[in-house]
Structures are given as structure tokens and as C-alpha cells.
């Protein structure tokens, strides 16, 4: 999420009739007691409960970096080469800039094998292609620029304030989703799991208030056949924006029981995530040391501007409710990319940043819309075409 949230606006203040509607229904959620052994597919390293401790994605970290080292033929606790991580943030129709971005990275010539990519939000929708690399440009592009808002949401009618879960209904988004993100690409993402690269993609807990960071590469690579179905659902989930588009519901199981999870909007939690402290606790021992330590860059791209964004707020409840929402979510980014860049800075990991500058100046006018989409594509694959300019911090900062 960010101010994209209060443009959206227009899905809940568009046209529809008042029609009668049933509530909806769950099944009963995990007891609070059972929270940490909820699990989908019984799989150990299914997903990370961030609020219940980072011992377990840590350990995943850790043992991503040993396949690695087995992919590329080094020997036990041998030094890494270069390591990249890619983190891509929330921002709705935004996403459209990351998108072009990665496209024009790829003819430039200099965009990396990603080791780590994380996602949420719409950068949920983009991380799966850029973990997979240029061969995946063509289906990010058309994600971006190939869809209308009847590809991603239908209008549920006024009525949906009051009987629904959301404004709208987003099973158009999971067809293009679907469609998109095909069983050949979920092979590729199961490949580079077992190469040692981790796909993480972020969504919101409601029940819990948590973050859950799911392990994509690893269901992928886990042979389930209900896996397919539910790394499009995470997707779908983690761009699920609270009272806009419905959340998505997880079957789970506890103690042989079976529960419901409501998930949400990764970008309630946090727009942007890398990896937690922990994992670079034996970095920082290292380059204390003066032992030897594999060059890390942390790359960010922010679907977002990062300047305020300057408008004349009207005196009206609803209008103060978006521009607030607005203001809370673009700080809450803002904070986000900081928290990223402070983090690179204390464990000697070089940090490189893009948004959408300033200088892009096409207004935006309705939800989705590819008079607004397609320009922000072009102006991102352009810029990275050229050699795009990497921010060494966020702006703002110094």
C-alpha cells in the first residue's frame, strides 16, 4: 500500500446498485495458542510467523546460503561470491515502474542473479518474474501494461459496505495472476530454490495482527499439488488492499484440526522487507574481525514517490480520511526504505534505491488505468535502459 490506497478510493465510491447480500462466512480461526503450528501444506519452511520470532527464517537463510554454496561447487563454509538481494515495495498501478525498470535492467546488460527477492503488495505481483530473471520481462510486462481494471476487479455495488467483505471482487486479478505466472514459471521459481535463491513474499495476518512471510521457492519445490494454487493465492493476498479487495482465505491445519486464516495486504505491516538482523550477526563478526566477507548489494525498488506529495484537502470527513490514509502510508513506505538503508549501512551491504522521480509528471485519473500505466512503464524501462541512476541512501535522509 501506498497513497495509491487513497486513489483507489474510486472502487468504493464508484457506480452499483443496492442489492440484497448475504454475509459472509469463515470457518473458525486458529486459536491464539496454535498460531505458531498453523500450517497449509505440512510443509516445515512453509512460511515465517515474523511476531513469533526470527529463529526459524533465519535458520532458512542460513540454509539457503549451503545450497548455494553446493550449486556453485564451493566447498563447506567457503566464501560466497557476490551476493544481490532485491527487494520490491507496495504501490498498486505504481508497480507499473518497477516493472518497466527490470525490463529495461535487462537490455542495459547489467541486472544481476538475484539471490534474494522479497515482495509485497504489488511488488508481490512483480517479485515472482524478477526471481525468475529476463526470461520472465515478457509476462511482468504484461501484467503491467496488458491489463484494464476489468482484469483485476469487478465493482460489488454500494451495498458491499455494509454485507461484504470488500468493495469489489479481484477473481479477475487471480485469472491474470493464473494466467501470468504459469506452471512453467512456478518450475523455474522450484529450480531457483534448490540453486540456493530464496522467492519471500509478505502478506497480513488479521487474526493475529502479524506479518507472514511466505516461502515461495519452497512450495513450489514441494511437489503438493495443491502448491500452484496457493502461491497465486498468496499473491492475490498480499495485494490485498483492506476494504477494497477482499481478503484471501487460507485452509489451514493445527493439531489436527482444521481453521481459517484471513490474510491481507502485506503493506499494512510493512511496504518493503530484505532479511532480519540475525542473519547478518556473523557478517558484522566477520568484518569486525577482518575476515574475509562476500560483497552484498541490497537493491530496493520503491513503487512509489518519494516526495510529499503536495495537494489541497477539502473539508469533508471522507476527503480528510483518504488524504490521511494517504499521508500514513507514504511515511510508513518512506520509513521503510530508511529502515532498509540503516540496516545495509551497519552490516557493510551496499544499498542502491529507485523511485519514480519527480520529473515523471502524468497525472494519474482512475484505478488501473493504462493512460497513467503504460507511460510509468516506459519511464522506468527508459531510465534503466539508459544505466539508471541508483540512489546510495533515500532522499531526504542527509
Given at each position: 500500500m501506498n497513497e495509491a490506497y487513497s486513489r483507489r478510493?474510486?472502487?468504493?465510491?464508484?457506480?452499483?446498485?443496492?442489492?440484497a447480500c448475504a454475509f459472509p462466512v469463515r470457518e473458525p480461526a486458529v486459536p491464539r495458542a496454535l498460531t505458531s503450528r498453523a500450517t497449509v501444506l505440512n510443509l516445515p519452511n512453509e512460511r515465517f510467523l515474523i511476531g513469533r520470532g526470527y529463529g526459524a527464517i533465519t535458520r532458512e537463510y542460513f540454509a539457503a546460503a549451503e545450497r548455494r554454496r553446493v550449486f556453485l561447487g564451493l566447498a563447506p563454509g567457503a566464501v560466497l561470491p557476490a551476493i544481490d538481494l532485491l527487494a520490491v515495495s507496495g504501490g498498486g498501478e505504481d508497480g507499473a515502474f518497477g516493472a518497466g525498470l527490470l525490463n529495461g535492467w535487462t537490455l542495459e546488460g547489467s541486472r544481476p542473479i538475484f539471490s534474494l527477492v522479497t515482495g509485497v503488495s504489488t511488488?508481490?505481483?512483480t517479485a515472482p518474474f524478477a526471481f525468475i530473471g529476463p526470461s520472465a520481462d515478457a509476462p511482468l510486462k504484461n501484467v503491467y501494461t496488458g491489463?484494464?481494471?476489468?482484469?483485476?476487479?469487478?465493482?460489488?455495488?454500494?451495498?458491499a459496505a455494509l454485507f461484504d467483505d470488500a468493495m469489489?471482487?479481484?477473481?479477475?486479478?487471480?485469472?491474470?495472476?493464473?494466467?501470468?505466472?504459469?506452471?512453467?514459471?512456478?518450475?523455474?521459481?522450484?529450480?531457483?530454490?534448490?540453486?540456493?535463491?530464496?522467492?519471500?513474499?509478505g502478506t497480513t495476518n488479521l487474526d493475529t495482527q502479524l506479518p507472514v512471510v511466505w516461502n515461495i521457492g519452497a512450495i513450489a519445490n514441494s511437489g503438493d499439488p495443491r502448491a500452484p494454487n496457493l502461491i497465486r493465492r498468496i499473491l492475490l493476498a498480499s495485494a490485498a488492499i483492506p476494504g477494497v479487495f477482499p481478503p484471501v482465505l487460507f485452509d489451514v491445519e493445527a493439531d489436527g484440526q482444521k481453521y481459517q486464516e484471513l490474510h491481507v495486504d502485506g503493506g499494512a505491516v510493512a511496504q518493503a522487507f530484505l532479511y532480519p538482523a540475525a542473519v547478518a550477526e556473523q557478517r558484522r563478526a566477520n568484518i569486525r574481525a577482518r575476515r574475509p566477507v562476500p560483497p552484498i548489494r541490497a537493491w530496493l525498488i520503491r513503487n512509489a514517490r518519494m516526495d510529499a506529495g503536495w495537494a489541497s484537502t477539502n473539508r469533508r470527513t471522507l476527503s480528510i480520511a483518504q488524504r490521511a490514509i494517504a499521508t500514513m502510508t507514504?511515511?510508513?513506505?518512506?520509513?521503510?526504505?530508511?529502515r532498509i538503508w540503516l540496516n545495509a549501512e551497519r552490516d557493510g551491504v551496499e544499498f542502491r534505491m529507485a523511485y519514480i522521480g519527480s520529473d515523471f509528471a502524468i497525472e494519474y485519473d482512475k484505478p488501473f488505468d493504462q493512460t497513467y500505466m503504460t507511460p510509468l512503464f516506459n519511464y522506468g524501462f527508459e531510465r534503466a535502459r539508459a544505466g539508471?541512476?541508483?540512489?546510495?541512501?533515500?532522499?531526504?535522509?542527509?
Amino acid at each position: 500500500m501506498n497513497e495509491a490506497y487513497s486513489r483507489r478510493a474510486a472502487l468504493i465510491l464508484g457506480g452499483g446498485s443496492l442489492s440484497a447480500c448475504a454475509f459472509p462466512v469463515r470457518e473458525p480461526a486458529v486459536p491464539r495458542a496454535l498460531t505458531s503450528r498453523a500450517t497449509v501444506l505440512n510443509l516445515p519452511n512453509e512460511r515465517f510467523l515474523i511476531g513469533r520470532g526470527y529463529g526459524a527464517i533465519t535458520r532458512e537463510y542460513f540454509a539457503a546460503a549451503e545450497r548455494r554454496r553446493v550449486f556453485l561447487g564451493l566447498a563447506p563454509g567457503a566464501v560466497l561470491p557476490a551476493i544481490d538481494l532485491l527487494a520490491v515495495s507496495g504501490g498498486g498501478e505504481d508497480g507499473a515502474f518497477g516493472a518497466g525498470l527490470l525490463n529495461g535492467w535487462t537490455l542495459e546488460g547489467s541486472r544481476p542473479i538475484f539471490s534474494l527477492v522479497t515482495g509485497v503488495s504489488t511488488g508481490a505481483l512483480t517479485a515472482p518474474f524478477a526471481f525468475i530473471g529476463p526470461s520472465a520481462d515478457a509476462p511482468l510486462k504484461n501484467v503491467y501494461t496488458g491489463v484494464t481494471l476489468a482484469d483485476i476487479a469487478t465493482h460489488r455495488g454500494m451495498a458491499a459496505a455494509l454485507f461484504d467483505d470488500a468493495m469489489s471482487d479481484t477473481r479477475p486479478l487471480f485469472g491474470t495472476i493464473s494466467r501470468e505466472l504459469g506452471d512453467n514459471l512456478l518450475l523455474a521459481i522450484a529450480q531457483g530454490y534448490r540453486e540456493g535463491r530464496l522467492l519471500l513474499i509478505g502478506t497480513t495476518n488479521l487474526d493475529t495482527q502479524l506479518p507472514v512471510v511466505w516461502n515461495i521457492g519452497a512450495i513450489a519445490n514441494s511437489g503438493d499439488p495443491r502448491a500452484p494454487n496457493l502461491i497465486r493465492r498468496i499473491l492475490l493476498a498480499s495485494a490485498a488492499i483492506p476494504g477494497v479487495f477482499p481478503p484471501v482465505l487460507f485452509d489451514v491445519e493445527a493439531d489436527g484440526q482444521k481453521y481459517q486464516e484471513l490474510h491481507v495486504d502485506g503493506g499494512a505491516v510493512a511496504q518493503a522487507f530484505l532479511y532480519p538482523a540475525a542473519v547478518a550477526e556473523q557478517r558484522r563478526a566477520n568484518i569486525r574481525a577482518r575476515r574475509p566477507v562476500p560483497p552484498i548489494r541490497a537493491w530496493l525498488i520503491r513503487n512509489a514517490r518519494m516526495d510529499a506529495g503536495w495537494a489541497s484537502t477539502n473539508r469533508r470527513t471522507l476527503s480528510i480520511a483518504q488524504r490521511a490514509i494517504a499521508t500514513m502510508t507514504a511515511m510508513s513506505g518512506y520509513n521503510d526504505a530508511v529502515r532498509i538503508w540503516l540496516n545495509a549501512e551497519r552490516d557493510g551491504v551496499e544499498f542502491r534505491m529507485a523511485y519514480i522521480g519527480s520529473d515523471f509528471a502524468i497525472e494519474y485519473d482512475k484505478p488501473f488505468d493504462q493512460t497513467y500505466m503504460t507511460p510509468l512503464f516506459n519511464y522506468g524501462f527508459e531510465r534503466a535502459r539508459a544505466g539508471y541512476p541508483w540512489s546510495r541512501q533515500p532522499p531526504f535522509t542527509s
